[in-house]
């Protein structure tokens, strides 16, 4: 078995291969494997002609950004997809709706790739499912120690404090986020508090999404007339996405991101990624024999040498060079250096 970066991980098995997130959308011979909806991790969609696999709620989800869900088939969690001697089995990855991480067993060894995963449980997700594997391939979003989220009951708090104190000023209070995801997380976390919600028309239709599969979320869409009552009589939330600029000097805008630790203005470090020691407490429950970071960027490095150092299993960058295994290897794998 052999795992390479190819614009995307691709996992061989002799003749027999898959590609999990491709990030182009130039055709190749692959069979695709898409882990959940946001852009970076989607583009496979555009290859029309390309065999793919994800979730039905990732479909949906693509499919409301214009792109073609065609020769793709829904998978669900436990399912088993075999792909001549590569079975692929989807388990929760806890980040959005309808995100898998993917579980690729092959006769020499299995490898889990996360995709983007959350360790915690929030309003909208339950906790991803560690996998015990030979490689892991592991998202390094937020793989720096400087990275440790409050939680999340904490961050709703101070969120909601924060929202009520904006209003009594006789402002909106903003919170610009992920369309998918976070702003669900937010919607729900108000609607607990009483606060309503008017949404951005992005986060609208992502709403939508998440409604139709039986989420239980009351928000009014800006264009709405709902919506312009509740602007007239105050007293409400504005969630929109991240590039949001206010016409408006009657907002007050926080963003709502793990990124939020890093950045001076106002912002809430809610995540819908796993953070520092959620991601070496995951590693330490799938006990690979290699750990392979992606997604990370500069961090693809920190975050392999910390488990290096630290935890003691062989790590790197998936990019970095290809990585076989053989049957013989598996035992010298699971041997701790
Ligand atoms: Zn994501
Ligand atoms: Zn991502």
């Known amino acids: 078995m052999r795992v390479t970066w190819n614009s995307g991980v691709q996992i ?20 695709f494997f898409i882990s959940h909806g946001h ?28 792109l073609h869900p065609e020769n793709s088939s829904p998978v669900t969690v436990g399912e088993r ?5 590569i079975e692929v089995i989807p388990h929760n ?20 790739f ?14 991803a499912e560690p996998i015990q594997c030979d490689i892991l391939i592991l998202e390094a979003t937020f793989g720096s120690p400087s990275f440790v989220f409050p939680r999340i009951e904490e961050v709703g708090e101070e969120m909601i404090r924060w929202a009520r104190r904006v209003m009594r000023r006789g402002r909106i209070p903003t919170f610009q986020t992920d369309p998918l995801g976070n702003a ?30 039986g989420y239980d979320l009351e928000y009014f869409d800006e264009g709405s007339s709902e919506a312009e009552e509740i602007m007239r009589e105050g007293e409400f939330i504005y969630v929109a996405p991240k590039n949001f600029t206010a016409s408006d000097p009657g907002f007050e805008v926080a963003l709502v991101s793990g990124w939020a630790l890093l950045m001076g203005r106002t912002g809430f470090p809610l995540s819908d990624h796993a953070d ?34 630290k935890l003691h299993i062989r790590s790197y960058p998936v990019k970095l060079i290809p990585t076989g295994i053989r049957k013989a290897d598996r035992e010298h794998l699971q041997t701790r250096f």
Not at 60 to 66: A, E, K, L, M, Q
Not at 114 to 127: I, L, Q
Not at 193 to 206: A, E, N, P, Q
């Open 12 to 31: 061989q098995h002799k003749e027999d291969g898959v590609i999990l997130d491709y990030k182009r959308s130039s055709p190749s011979g692959s069979t």
């Open 39 to 66: 852009f970076d991790h989607s583009a496979a969609f555009r290859i029309r002609e390309a065999r793919k696999y994800s979730s039905k709620e990732t479909m949906d989800i693509v499919s409301s950004f214009g």
């Open 81 to 85: 997809i075999t792909i001549g001697d």
């Open 93 to 112: 990855s806890g980040h959005v709706l309808g995100s898998l991480e993917y579980e690729v067993r092959t006769p020499e060894g299995t490898v889990l």
């Open 114 to 127: 996360t995709g983007d995963f959350n360790t915690e449980a929030t309003k909208t997700m339950r906790p």
């Open 184 to 213: 669900q997380e937010i919607i729900s976390l108000f609607n607990d508090s009483g606060i309503r919600v008017v949404t951005h028309w992005r986060v609208t239709l992502m709403s939508r999404i998440y409604e139709s599969y």
């Open 276 to 309: 520092f020691p959620g991601l070496i407490r995951f590693v330490e429950e799938c006990e690979p024999g290699v750990v392979l970071t992606c997604h990370g960027g500069r961090y693809d490095e920190t975050l392999a040498s910390y488990i290096e150092r």
